[in-house]
């Protein structure tokens, strides 16, 4: 039996994305992505926050390049991959990103506006790079928009 490696995270970018390009034109965006939490402790509000390194590759990559900016509240899916490396003194060491597979770009609509006039709807992207403009949840058992299925 496989195993599921499977991270949701739901953030603010800490920095805009940093493009590269590989051989054969592949495209790799990396940036840092910030979640938080607030609990309470002795009657004090804490706020928690972690910091993940997030890369994307080919058509998200582009996709996160021209959309994605510091600050933005994004949601994305992806898996988690620890490689390791050695620093310039010969130690090994050990990296653990997430490795984007969609994201969607949250917010309120004028977050976007002035940014892509055309592009005022929350946008939905994939490793595909393609993207489409959600105005309804789906349900993913029928295909059908949750709104054309509910009996009220």
Same mark, same amino acid.
């Given at each position: 039996m496989s195993g599921i490696n499977k991270v949701i995270l739901v953030g603010h970018l800490g920095k805009d994305p940093e493009v590269r390009y590989l051989d054969g034109g592949v495209t790799v +965006? /990396? =940036?840092?992505l910030a979640t938080s939490e607030t609990y309470n402790k002795d009657g004090k509000k804490i706020e928690q926050t972690e910091w993940h390194n997030i890369v994307m590759w080919r058509g998200l990559a582009d996709t996160a390049s021209k959309f994605l900016k510091k600050g933005k509240l994004v949601y994305l899916e992806g898996k988690l991959r620890t490689r390791s490396f050695e620093d310039r003194e010969g130690h090994k060491k050990y /990296? #653990? &990103?997430?490795? +984007? &597979?969609? =994201? #969607?770009?949250?917010?309120?609509? #004028?977050?976007f506006e002035s940014e892509q006039s055309d592009q005022s709807k929350q946008i939905k992207a994939d490793n595909s790079g393609e993207m489409a403009k959600e105005d309804r949840p789906m349900n993913y058992e029928s295909g059908e928009a949750a709104d054309d299925i509910l009996p009220f």
């Open positions: +965006a /990396s =940036f840092p /990296s #653990t &990103e997430i490795v +984007a &597979e969609n =994201f #969607t770009m949250l917010g309120r609509k #004028t977050d």
